[in-house]
C-alpha cells in the first residue's frame, strides 16, 4: 500500500486547503521528508486527515464535531491511496446546516471511488460507511487498528516497552499488538469456571436439603393408610344407612304436605271458575256478532270517504277567489318588468362609443409607460459605467506612477551588487565539491569507526575464547554427575541400552493399568447387579400392594352407585317440593284481594276457601333442601370419577409390571450376571483364587493396592525420563559450546585481516579529502572565500542568501518592467473609454425628456373626455343592470303562469269532488240498508246493538286465554292430586324405620362428624405419601442433573487449569510471549539492516524482558537498559517496522509515519537516526517524520512546514 496524496480542508488548526501530492516534486524527489513546527501548530492533524479519510476516525478519539475547526461550516479529508497496480481514492467530509457556523452538526459522508483507467476517471464503489470500511479492509487487508500499527510506527511505545517494569511492560506491549482478547479469553474461562462450580454446589446442597423417607418409614405410611381407608368404608356405610331413614321421614312429610296443598288449590280453582261466568257471557256475545263484522266494517269506510270528500269540496271552494287576484296582480308585474328592461338596453347603447374611445387612450399610455421606464434604466446605467471607467482610470493612473518609482529602486540595487550575477554560474560547481568532500569525510568517519569497533571485537573475541573454554569444562562436569546420577536411580539388572529401562517400564505400568480397568469393570458389574435384584423385589412388592388396593376400589365403586342412585330420587323429591312452595308464594299477594261471593280472575269461583284458613308457604326451607340434596348428589359423583380415575391408573400400572417391563427387567439381570461371569473368567486367568461371583466391597482393598504399585511404577518412570532428558541436554550444550569456541577462534583470524585493511583504506581516504578541499578552493577565491570544516556551514548558508537575493532583485526589476508597460497601454484605453461613455449619457437624457413629453400630453386628453373613471368598471355595471331588468322581467312571467296554472287546477279539482260526493252518498246508502237486514237475521234488534256486541279483538283474545287457562289447571290439578296420593301411599309401605326424625338427624350428624375427621386424617396421610413421591422423583433428577453438571464443570475447570485466572494474566503472558518471540524475528531482519552489529532476543520461560545481542562481541547477551540513547532509538525503530510488518501481515506498506521518539535524541544520536531512516528510505518506502526538534529541520530537505499564525490556526507550506 503507497499513499499517493493527502487532502484536507477545516480540520483543526488547519483552516485552509492543504494537498500533498506525493507524485509532485519536492515530496516525489525524496522519499524521506519531515513534517515541521511548534509544538500545538498542527503537525499531527495532517495524520488524523489519513485515518478520517480511510477509516472514518482518528487516534486520538474526538468526536466529529470537535474535528472541524473553529467557525467553519464545512470539513472534508480526502485520500489517494495504491494497491498493487490499482488507484482508489477515499473521502470523509462534514459540515453543519447551510454550512454556516452556526448551524445544527450534520452526519458525517463517505466516499470510495476506484480508477478507471480508459474513462481517465474515478468511479464510486461505495458510499455507506458500513460498506466503505469493509471494502477499505478488502482492498488493503488492513483494519483500523492494523492500519495504525502498521502505517504510523509506534517506536515511541516501544522505547517505553524497553524501559518499563514487568507489570507496565505487559499492559504496553497488549496496548501495542492489539493482544487484549486473551486477557479476555483467561478472564472469561475463570468466570465460567467459577459459575459451574456454583451451579454444581447449589445442586449438591439442594439434594442434601430433601427430605426423604426411609424404606420402613415409607412403609408404616402405606400399612396406616391402608387400615384409615377401611374404616373410611365401614363408616360411609352407617352414615348412608342414617342419612335414607331420614330422608324417607321427610320425603313423607313433604307428600303430606303436597295432598293438602293439592285439595286446597282445587277449591281455589272451583271458586274462580265460577266467578268467570259474566266473561263468559260477553264472549258467548262476541262470537254471536262476530259474522257481522265485515258489514260493519263496509259501512264505516264508505262513511269516512263521504266525509272526507266533503271536506274537500268546501276547502277548494274557499281557495279559489284569492288565487284569482294573485293571477291578476302577476300579469301587472310582468307588464312593468318588461319595460324597466327596454330603459337599460337604452342606456347601454348611449354609453358604448365613449367607452370605446376612452378605453383606446388608455392602451396607448400603457403602452407609453414600458419604453420610458426602459430609457430611465439605460440612463442610470450609462451614469454608472461612466462613474466606474472615471475611477478605473484614476487608480490605473496611481498604480502606474508607484511602479515607475520602485523600477528605479529596483535598478539603483543591480548596479550596487553587480558581483553577486555570476554566483548562479558558479555555486552549482561549488556545491559538487562540497558533496564529494561530505561524502569522502562520512567515509573517513565512518572507516574509523569500523576501525575501531573490530580493534575493540578482537580485544572481546579473545575474552570471550577463554570463557568458552571454561564452559566447556563445565558441561563435562555436569555430563558425569547426570550420568552417576541415573546410574544410581536404575535397577540392578539395568543394562546399557536406556532405552530398554524405559520400555520395560511402560509394559509393566501398561499391563497394571488394564488390570486395573478389568477390576474396576467387575466391581462397576457387581454393584449394577445388586440393584437389579433389589429393583426386582420393590417392583413385586409394588404389584401385590396394587392389586389389593384395586379389589378395594371395586367394592367402593359399586357402593358408590347404589348412593347415586338413592341421592337423585332425593333430589327429585326436594325439586318438586320447592316448585309447590313456590307455587303458594306466588298467588299469596293475589288471595288477599279476593272477596266471598266475587269471582276469582283465575278460576273464576265465587268460594275462597284458602281466604279462610291461611296456609303458610315455606319456600327458603325448601330451597336449602334442594341445594343440600344437590350438593350431596354433586359430592358422591365426584367421589365416583375420583375412584374411577384411581382404579384406571392402578390397572395401567398393574398392566404395565406384568406386561413388558418386567419381563425387560429380568433380560437384564441375565445380561449382567453373563457379563459378571465373562469379566471373572478373565480375572481368573491373573488371579486363580477369585470365585465366580465377586461382590463389589471385596474388591476395592485389591485394586487399592493395585493403584498404589501402578503410581510406584510411574513416579520411577518419570523420574527417569527426567534425568536422561537433562543428560540429553547437557550433551547437546556441550557440543554447542565446542562448535561456539571453534566458530570463535576462526572469528579472530578474520578479525585481524580485517583491521590491516581498515588501516590502509583510512589512510587513502585521507589523502582525497586534502586533494578536494584543493579543488573547492580554486571555486570559492573569486568570491572572497576559503573552505573550512568549521564554517563551510555558514559560507556556504550566505553564497546561497546572496545567489537568491540577487535572483529576486532581478526577477523583480523584469516584472516591474512588464507591469509598467501593461499599465500604461490601460490607462491610454482607459481615457477612450471615458469619451465615449459622456457621449453616451447623453444621448439617453435627450431620449428620456421627450417620451416623458408624449406621455404627459395623452394623460390631459384622457382626463378631458372621462376624468378618472374606469371604462371597463363602468361598462361591466350598465351590462349589470341590464342583466338584473332580465331576470326581473322572467321572474315576472313565470309567476303569471303559475297563479293561472293554480286557478285551473283548483276549478277542475272541485268538480271532480263534486261528482265523487254524489256517487258515494248512495254506495253509503245501500251499506246501511244491508246491514240492518243482516243484523236481525242474526237476532239482534238493529245495526246499532250488534255493533256493540262485539268486543275488540285484544279483549276477545284475553277472554279466550283465560277460559283455556282455567280448564287446563282444572285438569292439571286433578292428575298431580290423584298422583301424590299414590305416591304417599307407596312411600308408607316402604316403612323403613320407626324412629322419629330428631333422633336420627342428631345420630345423622355424629357419623357426619366422624367420618369428616377419619377423611381429614386419610387426606393428610395421602398428601405425606404424595410429598414423599413427589421428594423421590426430585431427588433423582437431580441426581441426574449433578451427574451432567459435574461433568460440564470438570470440562470447565480443566480449561481454567490451562488459562483461567481473575485478572487475565495467565494466558496473556502466554499469548504475549509467543507474539513477542515472533515480533522479535522480524525486529531482527530490520535491524540487521539498520545495524548488523545487534539482535534482539527474548529471555526464556514466561517473561516479558528482551536482551540485546552484541555480534561484535561474540554475541554476547546483556541487558536492554545498557544500550545508549541511539542504540536504544535503533532497537525500537526495529521493533516498531516488526510491528507494521507482522499487523500488515502480506500487504506490502510502501508509507510510513513517524510521529514521536526524536525530542529526546543527541546530536550524535540523532546523526546516527537520520543515517538509519536514510538506510530505511533506500528500500523503497516513503518515510514521514513528525518533530519539532530544530536539528532534524536543518538535516531533512524536503519538508512540510506547519506555522501557527496569531488567530489559532496555521498555515502549511511544502519546501524542498
Known amino acids: 500500500m503507497r499513499i499517493i496524496s493527502i487532502r484536507l480542508l477545516n480540520i483543526n488548526s488547519l483552516r485552509t486547503m492543504l494537498v500533498l501530492d506525493f507524485n509532485e516534486a519536492p515530496l516525489s524527489k525524496s522519499r524521506l521528508f519531515a513534517i515541521t513546527g511548534d509544538t500545538g501548530a498542527g503537525k499531527s492533524t495532517i495524520l488524523d486527515a489519513l485515518t478520517l479519510a480511510l477509516y472514518g476516525q482518528v ?17 472534508l479529508a480526502e485520500v489517494e491511496f495504491e494497491v498493487g497496480q490499482e488507484r482508489y481514492r477515499s473521502k470523509w467530509s462534514i459540515w453543519r446546516a447551510h454550512e454556516k457556523a452556526e448551524g445544527a452538526l450534520q452526519p458525517s459522508r463517505r466516499e470510495l471511488s476506484h480508477w478507471n483507467a480508459e474513462k481517465q476517471a474515478f468511479e464510486i464503489i461505495g458510499e455507506k460507511k458500513r460498506e466503505v470500511n469493509e471494502k477499505i479492509v478488502e482492498i488493503t487487508g488492513l483494519d483500523y487498528d492494523r492500519f495504525c500499527r502498521s502505517v504510523l510506527l509506534s517506536q515511541g511505545d516501544f522505547a517505553a516497552f524497553l524501559k518499563a517494569d514487568e507489570r507496565d511492560r505487559s499492559e504496553l506491549l497488549e496496548r501495542i499488538t492489539g493482544t487484549a482478547i486473551y486477557s479476555d479469553l483467561s478472564k472469561a474461562a475463570f468466570e465460567r469456571h467459577k459459575l459451574e462450580k456454583q451451579r454444581l454446589e447449589a445442586l449438591e ?106 271536506e274537500g269540496i268546501a276547502k277548494d ?68 459605467d461612466l462613474q466606474k471607467t472615471t475611477q478605473q482610470q484614476q487608480k490605473t493612473a496611481t498604480a502606474l506612477q508607484t511602479a515607475r518609482e520602485k523600477a528605479e529602486s529596483v535598478g539603483q540595487w543591480l548596479e550596487t551588487h553587480a558581483s553577486w550575477s555570476k554566483l548562479a554560474e558558479d555555486l552549482p560547481g561549488i556545491r559538487e565539491q562540497r558533496k564529494q568532500l561530505a561524502g569522502s569525510f562520512k567515509e573517513q568517519q565512518s572507516i574509523s569507526k569500523k576501525l575501531e569497533q573490530q580493534e575493540n571485537k578482537q580485544k572481546t573475541g579473545a575474552a570471550a575464547l577463554s570463557t568458552l573454554q571454561q564452559q566447556a569444562n563445565d558441561l563435562n562436569q555436569k555430563r558425569d554427575h547426570a550420568l552417576s546420577q541415573f546410574n544410581q536411580l536404575a535397577p540392578k539388572s539395568f543394562t546399557t541400552d536406556t532405552s530398554s529401562l524405559l520400555d520395560r517400564l511402560h509394559e509393566e505400568i501398561t499391563g497394571l493399568t488394564q488390570r486395573q480397568t478389568r477390576l474396576e469393570k467387575l466391581q462397576t458389574l457387581s454393584r449394577d447387579y445388586e440393584k437389579l435384584l433389589a429393583t426386582y423385589s420393590r417392583l413385586e412388592t409394588e404389584l401385590e400392594e396394587l392389586q389389593a388396593r384395586d379389589r378395594i376400589l371395586n367394592a367402593e365403586v359399586l357402593g358408590t352407585l347404589d348412593q347415586i342412585d338413592q341421592l337423585q330420587k332425593t333430589r327429585q323429591y326436594r325439586s318438586r317440593i320447592f316448585e309447590q312452595q313456590q307455587a303458594i308464594a306466588n298467588y299469596e299477594k293475589d288471595r288477599a284481594h279476593l272477596e266471598e261471593g266475587e269471582p276469582c280472575p283465575l278460576c273464576l269461583s265465587t268460594h275462597h276457601p284458602f281466604r279462610e284458613k291461611e296456609v303458610k308457604p315455606f319456600v327458603d326451607e325448601a330451597r336449602e333442601d334442594l341445594k343440600r340434596a344437590e350438593a350431596q ?65 471385596s474388591l476395592s482393598g485389591e485394586l487399592n493396592a493395585l493403584q498404589a504399585e501402578l503410581e510406584q511404577r510411574q513416579a520411577d518412570r518419570k523420574t527417569l525420563s527426567q534425568v536422561l532428558k537433562s543428560l540429553d541436554a547437557i550433551k547437546a550444550d556441550l557440543e554447542k559450546a565446542e562448535r561456539r569456541y571453534h566458530d570463535a577462534a576462526a572469528d579472530q583470524r578474520l578479525l585481524e585481516a580485517e583491521v590491516g585493511r581498515l588501516q590502509q583504506e583510512q589512510a587513502e581516504k585521507a589523502r582525497q579529502f586534502e586533494e578536494g578541499t584543493a579543488r573547492i578552493n580554486q571555486l570559492l577565491e573569486p568570491h572572497g572565500f576559503a573552505f573550512e570544516l568549521k564554517t563551510a556551514k555558514a559560507m556556504f548558508q550566505t553564497l546561497e542568501e546572496r545567489r537568491e537575493a540577487w535572483a529576486a532583485q532581478k526577477g523583480e526589476a523584469d516584472a516591474l518592467a512588464k507591469e509598467t508597460a501593461v499599465l500604461e497601454a490601460q490607462l491610454e484605453q482607459l481615457n477612450q473609454q471615458l469619451e465615449e461613455r459622456q457621449a453616451v449619457v ?15 400630453q395623452l394623460q390631459q386628453e384622457r382626463e378631458a373626455l372621462f376624468g378618472d373613471k374606469d371604462p371597463v368598471k363602468v361598462g361591466q355595471a350598465l351590462q349589470e343592470q341590464q342583466e338584473q331588468a332580465e331576470a326581473q322581467r322572467d321572474e315576472a312571467q313565470d309567476a ?72 287446563q289447571q282444572q285438569q292439571q290439578l286433578q292428575q298431580s292430586l290423584k298422583e301424590t296420593q299414590a305416591e304417599l301411599e307407596q312411600e308408607k309401605a316402604r316403612a323403613l324405620t320407626d324412629r322419629p326424625a330428631d333422633e336420627l338427624e342428631t345420630a345423622l350428624e355424629e357419623a357426619a362428624e366422624a367420618l369428616s375427621a377419619l377423611q381429614q386424617r386419610t387426606g393428610a396421610l395421602t398428601e405425606q405419601q404424595r410429598r414423599y413421591q413427589a421428594q423421590q422423583a426430585k431427588a433423582a433428577g437431580l441426581a441426574e442433573q449433578l451427574a451432567q453438571q459435574r461433568k460440564g464443570y470438570q470440562r470447565w475447570a480443566a480449561l481454567n487449569d490451562i488459562i483461567g485466572q481473575a485478572d487475565g494474566k495467565k494466558f496473556r503472558m502466554f499469548a504475549q510471549g509467543l507474539t513477542l518471540q515472533k515480533l522479535t524475528q522480524l525486529a531482527n531482519i530490520h535491524l540487521q539492516q539498520l545495524h548488523g552489529r545487534y539482535l534482539i532476543q527474548k529471555r526464556e520461560g514466561d517473561t516479558l524482558e528482551l536482551d540485546i545481542v552484541d555480534t561484535y562481541q561474540a554475541d554476547n547477551r546483556r541487558s536492554m537498559n545498557t544500550l545508549s540513547g541511539g542504540e536504544s532509538f535503533l532497537v525500537s525503530l526495529a521493533l516498531a517496522l516488526g510491528l507494521s510488518e507482522l499487523a500488515g501481515r502480506d ?37 514521514g517524520i513528525i518533530s519539532h526538534v530544530k536539528a532534524l529541520k536543518e538535516r531533512i530537505a524536503t519538508q512540510v512546514q506547519v506555522t501557527k499564525q496569531g488567530n489559532g490556526f496555521s498555515t502549511v507550506q511544502v519546501v524542498g
Open 633 to 697: 348428589l354433586e359430592k358422591a359423583q365426584q367421589q365416583q370419577r375420583q375412584l374411577l380415575t384411581e382404579q384406571q391408573q392402578i390397572e395401567m400400572r398393574i398392566e404395565q409390571l406384568q406386561g413388558d417391563e418386567k419381563k425387560d427387567l429380568a433380560g437384564k439381570l441375565q445380561e449382567q450376571y453373563e457379563q459378571l461371569v465373562a469379566h471373572e473368567e478373565q480375572i481368573a486367568a491373573l488371579q486363580p483364587k477369585e470365585s465366580q461371583w465377586v461382590k463389589a466391597s
Open 59 to 75: 487516534p486520538r478519539k474526538a468526536d466529529e464535531g470537535e474535528i472541524m475547526s473553529y467557525g467553519a461550516g464545512t470539513s
Open 205 to 310: 446442597q439442594e439434594l442434601e436439603m430433601l427430605d426423604l423417607l426411609s424404606e420402613e418409614e415409607a412403609a408404616a405410611l402405606d400399612q396406616q393408610l391402608k387400615e384409615l381407608q377401611n374404616t373410611v368404608k365401614s363408616r360411609r356405610a352407617e352414615e348412608q344407612q342414617l342419612r335414607e331413614q331420614l330422608n324417607w321421614l321427610l320425603q313423607l312429610e313433604k307428600l303430606q304436605q303436597k295432598e293438602q296443598r293439592l285439595q286446597q288449590e282445587a277449591n281455589d280453582l272451583e271458586e274462580q271458575s265460577t266467578a268467570f261466568q259474566p266473561k263468559a257471557g260477553r264472549l258467548a256475545l262476541h262470537r254471536k256478532a262476530l259474522p257481522l263484522q265485515l258489514p260493519i266494517q263496509r259501512l264505516q269506510d264508505a262513511t269516512g270517504q263521504l266525509q272526507s270528500l266533503n
Open 317 to 384: 271552494e274557499q281557495a279559489l277567489p284569492a288565487l284569482q287576484q294573485q293571477l291578476e296582480a302577476a300579469k301587472k308585474n310582468s307588464a312593468e318588468a318588461a319595460d324597466a328592461l327596454q330603459s337599460a338596453k337604452a342606456a347601454q347603447q348611449k354609453q358604448a362609443p365613449l367607452l370605446e374611445k376612452v378605453k383606446a387612450l388608455d392602451l396607448t399610455i400603457a403602452g407609453q409607460r414600458p419604453t420610458l421606464e426602459k430609457q430611465q434604466q439605460a440612463l442610470a446605467h450609462a451614469r454608472e
Open 896 to 967: 303569471a303562469v303559475k297563479a293561472e296554472q293554480a286557478v285551473l287546477t283548483t276549478q277542475s279539482s272541485l268538480k271532480e269532488k263534486q261528482e265523487q260526493q254524489i256517487s258515494q252518498s248512495a254506495k253509503v246508502k245501500g251499506f246501511e240498508d244491508e246491514l240492518v237486514k243482516a243484523a236481525r237475521s242474526a237476532g239482534f234488534e238493529d245495526a246499532a246493538t250488534a255493533q256493540s256486541a262485539l268486543l275488540t279483538e285484544s279483549e276477545a283474545q284475553s277472554l279466550e286465554t283465560e277460559a283455556e287457562t282455567l280448564r
Open 842 to 856: 447623453q444621448e439617453q437624457e435627450a431620449a428620456v425628456k421627450e417620451s416623458q413629453s408624449a406621455l404627459a
Open 1147 to 1183: 500487504t506490502q506498506i510502501q508509507s510510513l509515519f513517524i510521529d514521536e521518539g526524536f525530542g529526546t535524541l543527541d546530536e550524535n544520536t540523532l546523526d546516527l537516526a537520520i543515517a538509519t531512516l536514510e538506510n530505511l528510505q533506500a528500500s523503497g518506502k516513503t518515510i
